[in-house]
């Protein structure tokens, strides 16, 4: 009996069966794949649960430096086209994606991204993906995945694109949001700030360079915070070849690749730190906007998580002046004190919301506020945002922006100035706030910002400014200077 159980099998053709492998698991892939589906079903930000995932898998023995900077290329690179490999996944499928299980989708978009965004020659991207799904999906599923994959691999990413977008000449935006991997509504919003600050370079070039600028991984940018370290300090901490001068701000040192922030004692010590350089000009504007009269006390309206409001209070000791870093949160409140710790000068942070202030009005010579916004102007740090926003979105913040706009001009004393910021270009989120706001006042009137950001070209014609990422290298910030009149 026992002979014939193990004997051939009829259906094999007289050889024995294949005994069953259990799938082997690939440490980086399946960080990746943990970290798409904390993004997609806790709404986490991959910024912020990568690093955690990383850390715990480079306690078990063979995960090394390779590993996690592969993880970390899968993760944003899959995030940031989701949407051009959603459209090719969907053109190899008899279903509609809806009705594709979220766990498979999401190993069939790492194999996409394996297999039409990086090198990783075919075959391996194919094989290494089914057995990650054998490990996360089970046999059943991986066969499905199998079959896709195979599908994909028969043409590069160019010859899917021209099969997938639809033809410009049809639908330029639906064309440009295949190609690009934005959503249509975030295509159009682009597009048409862009025609309203860059007119002369608002074209097909242009805005295709702008989404394609979204696409690509950011530099890492320090901040030598002034009076506690220099750009120059900065720079000779690291080997030469790891870091370069920022373009446009003087506290700003780029890192090049393989860079670590961590390796710079300053940043360690609290005295630097890492912040876009887009963020440092806007801090930087308002400290230098001309006030009449006092300079003593500054506020920061909407401090969280910190960084702006450590630079102001930074430049703030060098005056003698004090800064006021104010949040509505309580635990972006504690994020703000952290980055405050060890100013040289005096400095308070307090949690209070802007909308009620916690001060008498008039009491500030200088305000920012750099208000809660859709984001769509760091889409290239947090790429998830672009599928997680909606267009209602934007015109949901929209009474929060101008009330703590009107909040912040209450707060100025006359002949004092105030900063209207926020990450995004959405025009419903910047100039028509801004405008709708001075309309209903006399009491107000615009600065123009742009000598304030000196050398740095394409702002525009004034007098607020708008920073873009494939012009300044910068995050899409927006900044509005205004002084108080009476």
Request: with cysteine.
């Given at each position: 009996?026992?002979?014939?159980?193990?004997?051939?099998?009829?259906?094999?053709?007289?050889?024995?069966?294949?005994?069953?492998?259990?799938?082997?698991?690939?440490?980086?892939?399946?960080?990746?794949?943990?970290?798409?589906?904390?993004?997609?079903?806790?709404?986490?930000?991959?910024?912020?649960?990568?690093?955690?995932?990383?850390?715990?898998?480079?306690?078990?023995?063979?995960?090394?430096?390779?590993?996690?900077?592969?993880?970390?290329?899968?993760?944003?690179?899959?995030?940031?086209?989701?949407?051009?490999?959603?459209?090719?996944?969907?053109?190899?499928?008899?279903?509609?994606?809806?009705?594709?299980?979220?766990?498979?989708?999401?190993?069939?978009?790492?194999?996409?991204?394996?297999?039409?965004?990086?090198?990783?020659?075919?075959?391996?991207?194919?094989?290494?993906?089914?057995?990650?799904?054998?490990?996360?999906?089970?046999?059943?599923?991986?066969?499905?995945?199998?079959?896709?994959?195979?599908?994909?691999?028969?043409?590069?990413?160019?010859?899917?694109?021209?099969?997938?977008?639809?033809?410009?000449?049809?639908?330029?935006?639906?064309?440009?949001?295949?190609?690009?991997?934005?959503?249509?509504?975030?295509?159009?919003?682009?597009?048409?700030?862009?025609?309203?600050?860059?007119?002369?370079?608002?074209?097909?070039?242009?805005?295709?360079?702008?989404?394609?600028?979204?696409?690509e991984r950011p530099a890492v940018t320090l901040v030598a915070r002034p009076g506690r370290s220099t750009a120059e300090e900065l720079?000779?901490?690291?080997?030469?070849?790891?870091?370069?001068?920022?373009?446009?701000?003087?506290?700003?040192?780029?890192?090049?690749?393989?860079?670590?922030?961590?390796?710079?004692?300053?940043?360690?010590?609290?005295?630097?730190?890492?912040?876009?350089?887009?963020?440092?000009?806007?801090?930087?504007?308002?400290?230098?906007?001309?006030?009449?009269?006092?300079?003593?006390?500054?506020?920061?309206?909407?401090?969280?998580?910190?960084?702006?409001?450590?630079?102001?209070?930074?430049?703030?000791?060098?005056?003698?002046?004090?800064?006021?870093?104010?949040?509505?949160?309580?635990?972006?409140?504690?994020?703000?004190?952290?980055?405050?710790?060890?100013?040289?000068?005096?400095?308070?942070?307090?949690?209070?919301?802007?909308?009620?202030?916690?001060?008498?009005?008039?009491?500030?010579?200088?305000?920012?506020?750099?208000?809660?916004?859709?984001?769509?102007?760091?889409?290239?740090?947090?790429?998830?945002?672009?599928?997680?926003?909606?267009?209602?979105?934007?015109?949901?913040?929209?009474?929060?922006?101008?009330?703590?706009?009107?909040?912040?001009?209450?707060?100025?004393?006359?002949?004092?100035?105030?900063?209207?910021?926020?990450?995004?270009?959405?025009?419903?989120?910047?100039?028509?706030?801004?405008?709708?706001?001075?309309?209903?006042?006399?009491?107000?009137?615009?600065?123009?910002?742009?000598?304030?950001?000196?050398?740095?070209?394409?702002?525009?014609?004034?007098?607020?400014?708008?920073?873009?990422?494939?012009?300044?290298?910068?995050?899409?910030?927006?900044?509005?200077?205004l002084r108080k009149t009476s």
């Amino acid at each position: 009996m026992s002979s014939q159980a193990s004997g051939p099998s009829p259906k094999s053709g007289g050889k024995p069966p294949r005994p069953h492998r259990r799938p082997k698991k690939d440490p980086a892939r399946m960080v990746a794949f943990t970290a798409l589906r904390a993004v997609d079903e806790r709404d986490a930000y991959a910024n912020l649960i990568l690093p955690s995932l990383l850390r715990k898998a480079e306690k078990n023995e063979g995960f090394e430096r390779r590993d996690a900077a592969f993880a970390t290329e899968l993760v944003y690179g899959t995030l940031r086209m989701r949407g051009t490999y959603d459209a090719i996944i969907g053109a190899c499928i008899d279903r509609p994606l809806s009705k594709v299980d979220p766990n498979v989708l999401d190993v069939l978009s790492l194999g996409a991204h394996q297999l039409l965004g990086t090198r990783i020659p075919p075959h391996a991207a194919v094989s290494a993906t089914v057995e990650l799904a054998r490990v996360v999906l089970g046999d059943g599923r991986a066969k499905f995945v199998n079959a896709v994959m195979r599908k994909i691999s028969t043409q590069d990413l160019d010859t899917w694109l021209e099969q997938v977008a639809p033809p410009y000449a049809e639908d330029a935006e639906d064309h440009l949001a295949v190609l690009y991997s934005h959503p249509r509504w975030v295509v159009a919003a682009l597009w048409d700030s862009l025609g309203v600050w860059q007119p002369q370079h608002c074209g097909r070039t242009a805005v295709s360079e702008l989404l394609a600028a979204d696409n690509e991984r950011p530099a890492v940018t320090l901040v030598a915070r002034p009076g506690r370290s220099t750009a120059e300090e900065l720079r000779d901490s690291l080997p030469e070849e790891e870091s370069e001068a920022g373009r446009w701000s003087p506290y700003a040192v780029r890192l090049v690749e393989g860079g670590d922030p961590a390796a710079v004692p300053a940043v360690a010590e609290n005295r630097a730190g890492v912040q876009d350089e887009g963020s440092q000009l806007v801090a930087a504007a308002l400290a230098a906007a001309p006030v009449e009269g006092r300079d003593e006390l500054w506020l920061d309206g909407c401090a969280g998580p910190g960084g702006k409001a450590a630079l102001l209070a930074a430049l703030a000791a060098q005056r003698d002046a004090v800064l006021v870093a104010s949040e509505s949160q309580p635990h972006r409140a504690a994020l703000v004190a952290k980055a405050l710790h060890g100013n040289p000068g005096p400095y308070a942070v307090i949690t209070a919301d802007g909308l009620r202030p916690a001060w008498r009005p008039e009491s500030f010579d200088r305000v920012l506020v750099d208000v809660p916004c859709s984001g769509l102007g760091a889409l290239r740090r947090r790429p998830e945002s672009r599928w997680r926003r909606r267009p209602e979105d934007v015109a949901n913040f929209g009474p929060l922006q101008r009330g703590l706009l009107e909040s912040a001009i209450d707060a100025t004393r006359p002949g004092g100035v105030v900063g209207y910021a926020t990450c995004s270009p959405h025009l419903a989120e910047t100039r028509v706030v801004v405008q709708g706001v001075l309309r209903g006042r006399t009491d107000v009137e615009f600065i123009d910002a742009r000598p304030l950001l000196p050398g740095v070209p394409d702002l525009g014609e004034g007098p607020d400014v708008q920073l873009w990422p494939h012009l300044h290298g910068t995050d899409a910030m927006y900044l509005a200077l205004l002084r108080k009149t009476s």
